[in-house]
T-cell receptor, first 112, second 112 residues
């Protein structure tokens, strides 16, 4: 069966520091991969999605970037974090754009 | 682009009562509508989904109805239990090949 791993679970970072969040999927090949951000008490905002290695689409302009160095690995990065980057970051995967998305456990990011 | 409106934002029911959450969407080309349940601090989990070629789908105490003409879909939970308490998100796929656009969520509280 397919599983999705996301780490770390929580992260506290100072303003201006770099960021790297990692997500990996097991049990499937060539999945669609997604990064979402959820602000406290808010809905899910799609940040990036990828349909294949090296293919990244950005949904909103921001201080973050994403990369897909391997088929089942998706990384969310920032060179310098802002206070507004705080939130709950969720990685998700699907077998296609019109197929159910399955979420990881998320990373709770706090910026001080 | 697609716009998804979800109502109500909060819903409180007595155990055993039914709960209904409604969503409207704007893109008539949307053809996939999932519902997610998110418990506090946890990942969103897919509970049911429906495609545009079906008007209703049921899974035990949960059902989803879709009205393509009116562009709205609803989640129905019967015989609610305290463990149904969570935030529920609806989503619609943008166009026929786009990404999911999420509603802002409904916080359901089931009182014993």
């Amino acid at each position: 069966s397919q599983t999705i791993h996301q780490w770390p679970a929580t992260l506290v970072q100072p303003v201006g520091s770099p960021l790297s969040l990692e997500c990996t999927v097991e049990g499937t090949s060539n999945p669609n991969l997604y990064w979402y951000r959820q602000a406290a008490g808010r809905g899910l905002q799609l940040l990036f999605y990828s349909v294949g290695i090296g293919q990244i689409s950005s949904e909103v302009p921001q201080n973050l970037s994403a990369s897909r160095p391997q088929d089942r690995q998706f990384i969310l990065s920032s060179k310098k974090l802002l206070l507004s980057d705080s939130g709950f970051y969720l990685c998700a995967w699907s077998v296609g754009l019109d197929q159910p998305q399955h979420f990881g456990d998320g990373t709770r990011l706090s910026i001080l | 682009g697609e716009n998804v409106e979800q109502h109500p934002s909060t819903l409180s029911v007595q155990e055993g009562d039914s709960a209904v959450i409604k969503c409207t969407y704007s893109d008539s080309a949307s053809n996939y509508f999932p519902w997610y349940k998110q418990e506090l601090g946890k990942r969103p989990q897919l509970i049911i989904d429906i495609r545009s070629n079906v008007g209703e789908k049921k899974d035990q105490r949960i059902a989803v109805t879709l009205n393509k003409t009116a562009k709205h879909f609803s989640l129905h939970i019967t015989e609610t239990q305290p463990e149904d308490s969570a935030v529920y998100f609806c989503a619609a796929k943008e166009g026929s090949q786009g990404n999911l656009i999420f509603g802002k969520g409904t916080k359901l509280s089931v009182k014993p």
